[in-house]
């Protein structure tokens, strides 16, 4: 369920996605700072080389250019964010 998008992109203001399934994002690097909070179910997301077990109210933040990969640990219900650094 796509939750809102608005200028995202070059133009990037704020994108949120509520998802209940297997998710998979191989290590990368963005310049926008990114929240993930899980509702109901387990993830590993590693930051800088750190892994986090997160399960049901846990969130993380990713600040710009930190190194992050992040993993469902089978079904998760969660909360994937994604900010700006413009205003």
């Known amino acids: 369920m796509h939750i809102i998008s608005r200028e995202f992109g070059y133009g990037e203001?704020?994108?949120s996605r509520v998802r209940n399934q297997e998710y998979n994002a191989r290590e990368h690097i963005h310049q926008f700072c990114e929240l993930i909070?899980?509702?109901?179910?387990e993830m590993s997301v590693t930051v800088d080389g750190i892994k986090y077990n997160l399960s049901k109210g846990d969130a993380v933040a990713v600040t710009p250019f930190?190194?992050?990969e992040v993993?469902?640990?089978?079904?998760a219900h969660f909360w994937l964010c994604v900010f700006s650094n413009t205003v």
């Open 13 to 15: 203001v704020y994108r």
């Open 37 to 41: 909070f899980v509702i109901e179910g």
């Open 66 to 68: 930190q190194i992050h």
């Open 71 to 75: 993993h469902t640990v089978g079904v």
